[in-house]
Every structure is written in C-alpha cells, then in structure tokens.
C-alpha cells in the first residue's frame, strides 16, 4: 500500500460499520468458544479491490479483498472484525493513510462467522 494515496472526504464514507475484536476462551468441554467485544462503530467507505469467492483445489481461501476506509482509530488491529450489514470482514493490513492520523485503510477478507457471541 502506498502512503501517497490521496486523502477521502468525509461524505465519502457512507457505510455504518461496527468494529469487534475477537476473545478467545476455554469452555466447559475442553473446547474454545470466542467471543466478540464491540469496540464501537464508525463510518466508513467500501471497496471490492481483488479476488473471488469460494475455494481452490486443497481447501484453498481465494477469497475476495475488500478494503474499508475509515476514521482513524487506534485501537484497531490485524485479526479484528468489522461488520458491515450482517457479514464480518476480518483485518488483515492496516494502512495509517499518509501517517496523519485521519483515516485507516484496513484491508481486510470476509468471513464466515459461527457460534460466536455479541459480548
């Protein structure tokens, strides 16, 4: 990703998103059950940059990467959530567009998300 990327407005980002990060526990069983902790919402612009879904010969993931621009926020991470009408988008680059602190580009996968709790 390039830091000279030129700057969104703010009447660009249109989609109301909510943010999530992922907790993982033990469960009674011996399992792992996760658990998902709001970090908040945000406004944000959408955008289908690359790929398709569905999957390759041996299991393969070639899945689309879709890239979120928002608000800067530093509390996001790689590996966190965002939710955007009902599907979850896991982040797995994060770009601090032009080092300003003003907007994060977070690039990031849909996901497929089951037997997870709103905490």
């Not at 011996?30 to 709001?38: D, H, I, W």
């Not at 790929?51 to 530093?74: H, I, K, P, V």
Request: charged letters at 20%; hydrophobic letters at 35%.
């Amino acid at each position: 990703m390039s830091i000279h990327r030129k700057q969104p407005s703010l009447a660009s980002l249109r989609n109301r998103v909510s943010l999530w990060r992922q907790i993982e526990t033990d469960n009674a069983s011996g399992g792992t059950e996760f658990t998902l902790a709001a970090l908040g919402q945000s406004w944000a612009r959408l955008e289908v940059k690359s790929g398709q879904d569905g999957y390759t010969g041996a299991g393969t993931s070639n899945a689309t990467q879709f890239e979120f621009t928002l608000r800067y926020d530093a509390t996001l991470k790689v590996g966190d959530l965002i939710e955007w009408q009902g599907a979850h988008y896991q982040i797995d680059h994060l770009e601090n567009l032009g080092q300003r602190n003003a907007y994060l580009v977070c690039g990031a996968k849909h996901i497929e998300w089951e037997g997870a709790h709103h905490g």
